[in-house]
């Protein structure tokens, strides 16, 4: 086994993802926008890369929603305006705060302060989850436990996304301050396809005309129910 903290080839390694070393790292970022993207360019490329991803969601008049990994709620005001309900959860408490002051004009919505492998929910109890650069804090086996638990906390047709920043092949950060895990987008297609219908995939196009990056990538699915 590797030692925690190693570097390997150039890449530092940490054999076990640290809830702790993940939390420390977001809890010295500022709340705002920047950070969100960890790019100064954040502000600028917001607006643009929510607009796209919102038109790829489905219909969300009335659901029941879950944003996991919410962050400072880029994408809070919009759910809350389509929502019956609407749940986000982030594990940084300053994040949660802003979230919260930010969007207190909506009464429909819980804002929950938790590690996402920590988050309990009744099944069958959502229409849609919606991951936003969640499963690169993730090991591959609470890749696989997280994504079982959605799949029975949607209802039967109810419906996922999540977007991931991708690479050519698998490999870690080189900073040992910052955990994160980068995958092929072949990972993602086999968690989707073993669990859920797929109904789209591709890549934000935001980040291709910014930067020139075609593995900022998400997919949609359905959660066919149980048989």
Known sequence: ???????????????????????????TREAS?????????????????RREI???LPD???????????GIGRFTRFFASQA????????????????????????????LCSDAMELSMEEDSLDFVFLNWLFMYLEDSEIEVLMDRIQRWLKPEGELFFRESC????????????????????????????????????HIQAHVDAFANPLQ????????GFV
């Open 1 to 27: 086994m590797l030692d925690a903290g190693k570097a390997v080839n150039g890449l530092f390694v940490n054999p076990m993802r640290s809830v702790k070393q993940t939390f420390l790292f977001w809890e």
């Open 33 to 49: 926008v920047n950070s969100m993207y960890l790019n100064s360019m954040g502000e600028s490329l917001d607006e643009e890369e």
């Open 54 to 56: 919102i038109g790829y």
């Open 60 to 70: 969300l008049k009335g659901k029941k929603i879950l944003d996991l990994g919410s």
């Open 84 to 111: 019956g309900y609407l749940t986000t959860v982030d594990m940084a408490s300053h994040f949660v705060d802003k979230n919260r002051k930010d969007h207190a004009d909506f009464k429909n919505v819980t804002f």
């Open 167 to 202: 690479s050519a092949t698998r490999q870690m950060s080189n900073d040992p301050t910052y955990y994160v895990h980068y995958r092929e987008l072949s990972y993602y297609d086999e968690i989707v396809k073993k669990r859920f219908a797929l109904l789209k995939e591709g």
């Open 217 to 224: 990538c998400f997919w949609y699915c359905k959660n066919p």
